[in-house]
């Protein structure tokens, strides 16, 4: 039995910093979806409504349950959503119960890395990885990872918050991700985008120093996981173009060149991974499913 391949619908979140991700997923893709903008300062409850209001949307008597991915610490068999920085009211969310008790179907959750790394690996190039790493550049530095062919959590599902490193004078995430733009040079990576695409100079520059600082990021990866693959993904990584020359040359710094012969990093090609994520996640927690190992056979 391959995943995808089941009549079943599951209904796929990814909750962002900026934007809400929702989709049905349906035989192997998703067939419906729609964005709503976070409210990431609005009080808790309003935000938990306007999730609520955004699932109704789609619901429908045929979908099996939900599977979410959300940027932050999650108690994955409670279904708690702990401290998540770019939504400050969010300090401790029963999200599962939440939504069990409203739409009385079963939920699952995870970081949202961790469903980027799954769509990757149930879809795209990552499926023929043992061990692979998925990095989300957005409004934060998130990091995904799946070891002998199961995704590993860890802890509160926070496993790889390499995002929280101490780099120069803060941290990973401050230089590798939409607010290396805003913080150091007062500019949305859009606007940095759409000038690097018209040759803007400034522009280039400023994307030759993300690339030096992910490349540096990568390297702390290979240290800890050495992975066969990293695959990126998250809006920044529309940048890659841009960044890819200086992200490679700071990894081709890494000591162990054997390693590196055989390590592959690339762009995602597949189209909202983070929601096929989210669906895989699903078919992989809920009791009747077989699980990751079993359904890459």
């Not at 934060?140 to 496993?159: H, N, R, W």
């Not at 895989?280 to 890459?296: D, G, M, V, Y």
Request: with cysteine; aromatic share 8%.
């Amino acid at each position: 039995m391959k995943f995808g391949m089941h009549t079943q619908k599951v209904l796929a979140v990814d909750i962002g910093g900026t934007k809400i991700h929702m989709g049905v997923f349906h035989q192997g893709r998703i067939v419906e979806e729609m964005k709503l903008a976070t409210a990431a300062h609005a009080p808790r409850k309003k935000i938990i409504n306007s999730i609520i209001m955004g699932i109704e949307q789609l619901m429908e008597p045929e979908i099996a349950g939900i599977g979410i991915g959300i940027p932050g610490l999650v108690d994955e068999e409670q279904g708690i959503v702990y401290d998540i920085t770019n939504i400050p009211s969010w300090k401790e969310v029963p999200l599962k119960k939440i939504l069990e008790d409203y739409f009385k179907k079963p939920v699952y959750l995870t970081n949202d890395a961790n469903t980027f790394i799954l769509g990757e690996k149930m879809f795209g190039r990552a499926k023929g990885c043992k061990n692979v790493v998925g990095i989300t550049l957005g409004t934060g530095f998130g990091v995904g990872i799946i070891i002998d062919e199961a995704l590993y959590s860890g802890t509160l599902s926070s496993a790889g918050e390499f995002g929280s490193i101490q780099y120069l004078d803060q941290t990973i995430e401050a230089y590798c991700s939409g607010k290396f733009f805003l913080d150091k040079f007062g500019i949305s990576g859009a606007e940095v985008h759409s000038m690097a695409q018209q040759g803007d100079r400034h522009a280039l520059e400023i994307l030759k120093q993300l690339g030096h600082h992910i490349g540096e990021a990568i390297k702390l990866i290979l240290y800890a996981l050495s992975p066969e693959a990293v695959f990126l993904g998250g809006s920044v990584s529309a940048c890659y173009p841009y960044f890819k020359e200086a992200m490679e040359e700071s990894v081709q710094t890494f000591p162990f060149k054997r390693v590196l012969d055989r390590l592959v990093i690339a762009c995602s090609k597949v189209d909202n991974a983070a929601l096929l994520g989210a669906a895989a996640l699903f078919e992989i927690k809920h009791k009747n499913i077989i699980p990751l190992q079993e359904i890459l056979k």
